[in-house]
């Protein structure tokens, strides 16, 4: 089976400018999740959807940041402005009730 | 909310010997308990889970055992080999699916040759 696919790979953008990110989940994947992984660190819950409602978005830093998964299949992470603490990995994952996260390979951010 | 650290954040061992990487939760809720392989630059891959019914778990030279009591788990590896040299993350779950992962602060392994 696909896994899950991300796009782009990598993203280069100065401070204040806003930046967006594309996930596609495994097929039958109705729950999405967005991590933020920082150099060093383990990944960090953003936001999580159950098919196209938002189940936990408590660490996501509403002022700048915004997501969506419209139809319930593909999702948006959107950084508006970008700060340069917001230098990451930023890494989607897919699950069914039945299985664990797969995760996707990233989108490797670096704020100038 | 659930707490989960990771010890130690770097262990050198020498190929064929073995590693093992601990970890403690808070959240008493917990059930569901993955490790997670991540190469430099690629991503987070599941290499064994365990759940809160059973106290072991093994898949050919990796293991992992379950104190709930306690609230801690470990990952075992046994037999060490060059590739498995990568950055380790536990993480913990209320179930299996559908839930959100609270992941621990990543043991890098590195296997001398």
């Known amino acids: 089976e696909a896994g899950v696919a991300q796009s782009p790979r990598y993203k280069i953008i100065e401070k204040r400018q806003s930046v967006a990110f594309w996930c596609n989940p495994i097929s039958g994947h109705a729950t999405l999740y967005w991590y933020q992984q920082i150099l060093g660190q383990g990944p960090k819950l953003l936001i999580q959807?159950?098919?196209?409602?938002?189940?936990?978005d408590s660490q996501l830093p509403k002022d700048r940041f915004s997501a969506e998964r419209l139809k319930g299949v593909d999702s948006t992470l959107k950084i508006q402005p970008a700060k340069l603490e917001d230098s990451a990995v930023y890494l989607c994952?897919?699950?069914?009730?039945?299985?664990?996260?797969?995760f996707g390979p990233g989108t490797r951010l670096t704020v100038l | 909310g659930e707490n989960v650290e990771q010890h130690p954040s770097t262990l050198s061992v020498q190929e064929g010997d073995s590693a093992v990487i601990k970890c403690t939760y808070s959240d008493s809720a917990s059930n569901y308990f993955p490790w997670y392989k991540q190469e430099l630059g690629k991503r987070p891959q599941l290499i064994i889970d365990?759940?809160?019914?059973?106290g072991e778990k093994k898949d050919q030279r990796i293991a992992v055992t379950l104190n709930k009591t306690a609230k801690h788990f470990s990952l075992h590896i046994t037999e060490t080999q060059p590739e498995d040299s990568a950055v380790y993350f536990c993480?913990?779950?209320?179930?299996?699916?559908?839930?959100?992962?609270?992941f621990g602060q990543g043991t890098r392994l590195t296997i001398n040759p």
């Open positions: 365990i759940r809160s019914n059973v």
């Open positions: 993480a913990a779950s209320r179930t299996q699916g559908a839930q959100k992962l609270v």
């Open positions: 994952a897919s699950s069914s009730l039945l299985t664990t996260q797969y």
């Open positions: 959807f159950q098919n196209n409602g938002v189940v936990d």
